[in-house]
């Protein structure tokens, strides 16, 4: 017979695809990176996309072409999570050493995807080895991981669980009793968070196939105080449960079917209580706060391949989401007296449905990704729906340069009603109503792409898009400080249009002993509400004209590597009063008086910038190898700003910007076998 000789590229050729807008880092190339306290983090690597924006100084929250927090659909083995932090956003939940791989898309999304406006992150676990045991663990400053993996069956079915847990409360207890050795108040911290991902499958035959993949994670900070008298015990705990069951199954050699159930549930709680006993007096007072959403879902999806230039997709997804749209209860004694107070919402229930088709079609020197996505919500007798069009498409110009562009039209049900800040215990996931129209955008982009010298990738694309109904709270709105108005949630809300342009660059080397890439983002990104700022047009509080990140990794030597990633953005707005009348008694308003504000966001922050570097030396042993790394957050201290404040002196008023992330050193011990 005639030689056969199979080729193949170790990534796809960017020119070569019509997908545009969509990066992916592979997860090598993350674990090589600073991170903060030695945490590797995949959300804060694909903070440093272009297109792709961080929120506060520290945290994980990504903002994707003007979009906000809410507006990112996360996947993880397919199933969405709602909460994707630990530590108020400070690190992701994912554990990087349990990742197969990462990726996010911007723009230009394929018909089946829908649910969200601004982007889509797809994380996918390890399988775990079919044939031989593996495992690998490391020791850092703040939390310590393990990983564990190998066959069940050889060759047919296998095994991953991955653990991580923080100990500041196991270090900080200790210290905190010795402390009070001789106190009569006593003081005990909690403060950590954990979480748990495990995967298995098992191979029936050529044509069948199971999945199982789980994940729990959870954080839990509070105090408890005791003295002769007196006690109070507060906490807050929040977290994630997913769970999913894929079947895929080779119907034909040119037919493939995959099956997949989901589960998925965020849950917060916020308990304070106090109590205080003197003899026969007594005083009681407790508070809960919760809220939450839970989702169960069906996934079924067709994959025909007639030939090597055209492939078809087709599928149909349905959701049962119920909302626990934030829920206040307290309970008092005092002088006798008792009252029980309940400010709960009743459980809201929604159902969400989608039907899609994709076409991916090659043509000469054109390739296309045409699409339709087809979406229905019904909750409380309303009921919603979209046709969303998609279209992606490539032509090849000469030299293999790409010219691409794309269109895409998406819908969103359900909404994160938040302070645009960081993840606080108000946030709220809650439905689109009679009352609350479901959020919508479209997006145009046009770019050119081309991979250079064989290992580098060039591409720089153009975008505009238009949101409609996103959603915001009306001034001077809190669930908490307001607790009966909370019956009705949605007498707070107001909705508004907004709308992002801009352009992205993109020099990027994926593989070899330097690694590396240089993003560029230019954008400008606003907001209209009628109810807000006069209706007139303000920035969004991530609106940043410029957008940089250097990215470098390099193999040293056998045993030590190098990494490093600068990064610089335009300040964040912020809004701060241009008027202030002070009040006769001097207790009312802010600083002793009244603040006006003249427009929203009318003030910029600094300029943010910062350099983290990464050192790592590996050492070869008998069983595997162990390695140490070594590095620092921010490594020339700049004093970048978290929040304004506003004092008051002899010379009048002033605005300080106010650091909290300086240098910050830190080094793990690793191993893996």
């Known amino acids: 017979m005639e030689t056969v000789q199979v080729r193949a590229d170790r990534v796809h050729r960017i020119e070569e695809e019509s997908q545009m807008s969509r990066n992916e880092v592979p997860v090598e190339q993350i674990r090589k990176l600073p991170a903060l306290l030695g945490e590797t983090d995949v959300l804060k690597t694909l903070q440093l996309m272009p297109g792709v924006q961080s929120g506060a100084e520290g945290t994980s929250g990504i903002f994707v072409r003007g979009g906000s927090i809410d507006q990112n659909l996360i996947l993880v083995d397919e199933v969405p999570i709602y909460n994707p932090t630990h530590v108020l956003g400070i690190f992701s939940s994912f554990n990087s050493d349990a990742i197969k791989s990462v990726s996010i898309t911007k723009g230009g999304f394929p018909a089946r995807y829908g649910g969200r406006l601004s982007s889509v992150v797809e994380v996918i676990m390890r399988d775990g080895h079919l044939n031989e045991f593996h495992g690998s663990g490391q020791i850092g400053l703040v939390s310590s991981k393990l990983l564990f993996e190998g066959p069940i069956v050889p060759e047919k ?16 207890r200790p210290i905190a009793k010795l402390a009070q050795k001789d106190m009569k108040e006593k003081v005990v911290p909690t403060a950590y968070f954990h979480d748990l991902t495990a995967k298995a499958n098992h191979r029936f035959n050529k044509k069948h196939r ?27 705990k929040w977290g994630n449960y997913l ?20 589960y998925t549930r965020y849950r917060l709680n916020n308990d304070i209580g106090y109590s205080y006993t003197d003899g026969e007096d007594r005083e009681f007072l407790n508070s809960l706060y919760y809220s939450g959403i839970t989702d169960l879902g069906f996934k079924y999806s067709l994959d025909y391949a007639p030939g090597n230039r055209h492939s078809l997709k087709m599928g149909m997804e349905w959701t049962h989401h119920t909302y626990s749209p934030g829920a206040l209860t307290y309970r008092y004694e005092l002088d006798g007296e008792k009252d029980d107070q309940d400010y709960s919402q009743y459980h809201l229930k929604s159902m969400e449905g989608a039907f899609y088709v994709e076409d991916d079609m090659e043509f000469g020197r054109l390739k296309m990704n045409a699409g339709l996505h087809y979406s229905q919500f019904f909750t409380e007798g309303e009921f919603h729906h979209s046709l969303q069009p998609r279209l992606s498409m490539r032509y090849k110009l000469p030299g293999n340069w790409a010219l691409k562009a794309s269109y895409a039209r998406m819908a969103q049900y359900v909404n994160l009603l938040t302070s645009e800040a960081l993840s606080l215990p108000t946030d709220l996931w809650v439905p689109s109503t009679s009352s609350i129209r479901p959020q919508t955008s479209w997006q145009g982009a046009i770019g050119a792409a081309k991979t250079l010298w064989g290992d580098y990738e060039l591409s720089i694309e153009g975008y505009y898009k238009e949101m409609n109904h996103v959603l915001s709270y009306k001034p001077g709105v809190s669930f908490i400080i ?13 909705e508004g249009r907004g709308w992002s342009y801009g352009a992205e660059f993109l ?14 983002t230019l954008s400008w990104n606003n907001r209209q509400f009628d109810e807000i700022n006069k209706g007139e047009v303000f920035p969004f509080k991530y609106d940043r004209r410029h957008d940089i990140s250097v990215v470098l990794s390099h193999d040293l030597s056998d045993k030590w590597s ?17 008027t202030h009348f002070p009040a006769p008694d001097g207790y009312f308003g802010v600083y002793g008086g009244y603040s006006v504000y003249s427009d929203k966001n009318n003030y910029r922050m600094s300029d943010y910038h910062r350099l983290d570097v990464s050192f ?14 070594f590095g620092a957050y921010n490594t020339y201290s700049r004093m970048n700003p978290f929040f304004v404040t506003m004092s008051e002196d002899f010379y009048g008023r002033r605005l300080k910007e106010v650091a909290i992330l300086p240098v910050i050193p830190y080094f793990s011990w690793g191993f893996k076998f």
């Open 482 to 494: 307001d607790p009966v108005s909370a019956s009705d949630w949605q007498e707070k809300i107001t």
């Open 562 to 578: 190098f990494s490093g990633a600068w990064i610089y953005g335009t300040g964040n707005a912020y809004s701060i009063p241009d």
């Open 243 to 262: 769970g999913s069951l894929n079947w895929n199954h080779r119907m034909a050699p040119k037919l493939f079917a995959n099956t997949t159930l989901t």
């Open 507 to 520: 020099f990027q080397k994926k593989f070899g002993r330097t690694t590396g890439w240089v993003a560029y």
């Open 157 to 172: 079915s296998s095994f991953l669980v991955s653990v991580r847990r923080s100990y500041i409360d196991i270090i900080g």
């Open 210 to 236: 199971l999945l199982f993949s789980g994940y729990y994670g959870a954080d839990n900070y509070g105090v408890k105080y005791r003295d002769v008298t007196n006690e109070t015990d507060a906490y807050v």
């Open 616 to 629: 790592k030396r590996t050492k070869e042993k008998k069983w595997g190898e162990t390695f140490w790394t």
